[in-house]
C-alpha cells in the first residue's frame, strides 16, 4: 500500500470528496481516510438537511439520481405570518449524494482508506508531513488537508482551528410521513423548502419543513445557544423536546408518523473563521465555520471549500518546485473569503441582528418581505447595507440598541 501522497485527505464528506475528486482529475495522488467503515458509510455523519441549489448541482456535476425532490419556492413563516419566492431547489438523498462523490472520485483515481480515523498530523521541522490514523498507522504527503468538521483533529493541533462553545449550533431533523402539506390557513408547501423564524419552537435559531415528495418531508429545528436563546429557552427542555412540541402542537403533522431509521443529527459553528490554513495545510468544510451563518445552507460553501483547497494545492504542485508553505497556499485564504463566504462578516452580523428580534417582529418582518421586491432582497441577503435599511424602521430602535449592546460585549474583553 502505498504511503507517500501528494495530498491525504482526513474526512469524506462532501469538503474532502470534493477536494479528492478535483485533485484526482488533475492526475494528483490523493488519499482519503475516513472514520466509518466502508459498509455503514455514510450512516454516523449523515448529517445534512440536504437542500441546495441547482447552481451546486451544475458546478459539481451531480446526478438527479440523488435528488429526492426538486423545488421550486421557498417559504418563510413567522409564528402567524408567512412569505413565499420563487426558487428552484433541490432536496438530497444525502447519503446517495455522498456516497457518489466517493464512487466518482474513485473513478478518477482517488484513494479511500475507511476505518481510518485521522489522530493527529506527522510533524517534522515544524511543518506537517503527514497523517496518524488509528493509533499507529503513518500517510504521508506533501500536503494534509483536514476535512473531518468541528472535531478537526488535525487543526487543532497545528493552531489552525478557532472554534468556539459558544458559537456552536446543534440540530435535529426527522423524515416523516404523512404530513399535510397543503394544510388550509398555511403556506403551501408542495415543492416547498420552510424555514420558520419562533422562538417558541426554535429559540435562537429556527425550523424547517423540506417538502421530499407526496406526504413526506424533512422536518427539524436548529439553534445555537445565543442571547436569544437565553431569553426565551425553557429550563427544561432541550433540542429533542422542542421538535417534539413542534410535532405535537402544528396541526401539519397531527397524522404523521416518523420514517424508521431516518433521524439525523448535526452541528455547526456561526462564526467568523480565524486561520484556514498554514505550511503544508488546510482546513475545509466544517472544520472552519463554512456554512451560510443567515440560512444554514452548507453543502454548497462545502464542496467550494473544498473545490478552493484543490485549487490551492495545484499552484502549488504542478510545477514541482513551489514550496506548499503557509505563503504559497495562502490563495487558499484568499478564496476561501472571496468565493466560498464572500460577505461573510456582514451576513454573521444580519444573523444576530435577525435572531434578536421577537416573534412580533418576525410577523411583521414576513409583511415587509412581500412590499419589496426581489432585487433588494437579494441585496440584503447579500449583506447590502442599504437594502438592510430598507427592512428597518422606527420600531427597530430598541432593537438596535441591543444588537449594538451585544457587539460591544463580544468585541470588549469585559
Same mark, same amino acid.
Given at each position: ?14 469538503? @474532502? ?50 435528488? &429526492?425532490?426538486?423545488? *421550486? ?49 506527522? +510533524? ?19 500536503? +494534509?488537508? *483536514?476535512? !473531518? ?10 493552531? +489552525? ?29 408542495? *415543492? ?11 429559540? %435562537? ?17 436548529? =439553534? ?17 423536546? =422542542? ?25 455547526? $459553528?456561526?462564526? &467568523?473563521? %480565524?486561520?484556514?490554513? !498554514? ?5 475545509? @468544510?466544517?472544520?472552519?465555520? !463554512?456554512?451560510?451563518?443567515?440560512? @444554514?445552507?452548507?453543502? $454548497?460553501?462545502?464542496?467550494?471549500? %473544498? ?9 502549488? /504542485? ?11 497556499? @495562502? ?21 444576530? #441582528? #435577525? ?6 417582529? =418576525? ?27 430598507? /427592512? ?17 460585549? #463580544?468585541?470588549?474583553?469585559?
Amino acid at each position: 500500500m502505498n504511503e507517500r501522497y501528494d495530498v491525504v485527505i482526513a474526512g469524506a464528506g462532501p469538503a @474532502g470528496a470534493q477536494c479528492a475528486r478535483d485533485l484526482a482529475t488533475r492526475g494528483y495522488d490523493v488519499v482519503v481516510l475516513e472514520t466509518e467503515s466502508e459498509d455503514d458509510f455514510p450512516r454516523q455523519s449523515n448529517k445534512s438537511t440536504a437542500g441546495t441549489f441547482p447552481s451546486m448541482m451544475a458546478s459539481f456535476g451531480i446526478p438527479d439520481d440523488v435528488v &429526492m425532490q426538486y423545488t *421550486d419556492k421557498v417559504v418563510l413563516e413567522s409564528p402567524s405570518n408567512h412569505y413565499v419566492q420563487e426558487q428552484s431547489g433541490a432536496v438530497l438523498e444525502f447519503a446517495d449524494f455522498k456516497r457518489f462523490l466517493v464512487a466518482d472520485g474513485r473513478d478518477e483515481g482517488a484513494e479511500y482508506r475507511f476505518d481510518a480515523r485521522a489522530t493527529a498530523p506527522i +510533524v517534522e521541522d515544524g511543518e506537517p508531513v503527514g497523517v496518524t490514523y488509528n493509533g499507529d498507522e503513518e500517510v504521508y504527503a506533501e500536503i +494534509v488537508v *483536514d476535512a !473531518t468538521g468541528p472535531a478537526a483533529p488535525l487543526a487543532k493541533k497545528l493552531g +489552525v482551528s478557532d472554534l468556539q462553545r459558544e458559537n456552536h449550533a446543534i440540530g435535529i431533523e426527522y423524515e416523516l410521513e404523512g404530513i399535510e402539506v397543503d394544510r388550509p390557513g398555511f403556506a403551501d408547501l408542495h *415543492d416547498a423548502m420552510m424555514l420558520r423564524l419562533d422562538h417558541n419552537i426554535a429559540p %435562537g435559531g429556527y425550523s424547517w419543513i423540506f417538502h421530499t415528495g407526496e406526504d413526506t418531508a424533512k422536518v427539524g429545528v436548529c =439553534y445555537i445557544q445565543n442571547d436569544s436563546h437565553d431569553q426565551y429557552a425553557r429550563d427544561d427542555f432541550s433540542i429533542d423536546d =422542542y421538535l417534539t412540541h413542534w410535532l405535537d402542537t402544528d396541526p401539519r403533522f397531527r397524522n404523521a408518523s416518523r420514517l424508521e431509521g431516518k433521524q439525523h443529527r448535526g452541528s455547526a $459553528h456561526i462564526q &467568523m473563521p %480565524g486561520r484556514v490554513h !498554514t505550511d503544508r495545510f488546510m482546513a475545509i @468544510g466544517d472544520t472552519v465555520p !463554512t456554512v451560510d451563518p443567515l440560512w @444554514g445552507e452548507g453543502i $454548497h460553501t462545502c464542496m467550494q471549500s %473544498g473545490r478552493m483547497a484543490a485549487a490551492a494545492a495545484d499552484s502549488c /504542485l504542478k510545477h514541482g518546485n513551489v514550496e506548499p508553505n503557509a505563503e504559497n497556499l @495562502g490563495v487558499y485564504d484568499s478564496l476561501w473569503h472571496t468565493k466560498v463566504a464572500p460577505n461573510a462578516k456582514k451576513r454573521l452580523l444580519m444573523t444576530q #441582528l #435577525l435572531y434578536l428580534a421577537s416573534n412580533d417582529r =418576525y410577523d411583521k418582518l414576513m409583511a415587509d418581505l412581500g412590499r419589496l421586491d426581489e432585487e433588494t432582497l437579494a441585496k440584503a441577503n447579500n449583506g447590502n447595507p442599504l437594502a438592510i435599511t430598507k /427592512l428597518l424602521g422606527v420600531e427597530d430602535a430598541s432593537l438596535l440598541a441591543r444588537f449594538a449592546k451585544q457587539q460591544l460585549d #463580544l468585541e470588549l474583553p469585559w
